[in-house]
């Protein structure tokens, strides 16, 4: 990935994409978590039933993961553009 610095200043477009890749990967661990749950709860119980009311989960779930990480990051994205106008957002580099 590539953070695009310009006379000092980060580009949005830099960190929609960090916001993104980041909510991203949050929301699949987030979203394995709760699948591994249920499925281990469904197999110590023995009721099929709770397997059988994950299956749309289990097949909507690309689709809900992207949808929400690009909605959460676009509202970071409106914070720090607002904030922005108050307080310049600068790169220092220290080496």
Known sequence: ????????NIRLSSIYKLFFVGALISSI???????LVGVVASL???????????????ILWPGV?????????LL????????R????VVIVVQE
């Open 1 to 8: 990935m590539q953070i695009n610095v310009s006379d000092g």
């Open 29 to 35: 661990v987030l979203f394995l978590t709760f699948l």
């Open 44 to 58: 110590i119980t023995g009721e099929w039933v709770v397997l059988i009311q994950l299956l749309p989960m289990i």
């Open 65 to 73: 993961l992207l949808l929400g990480a690009a909605i959460g990051s």
């Open 76 to 83: 970071n994205l409106l914070g720090i553009w607002l904030y």
């Open 85 to 88: 106008f108050f307080r310049p």
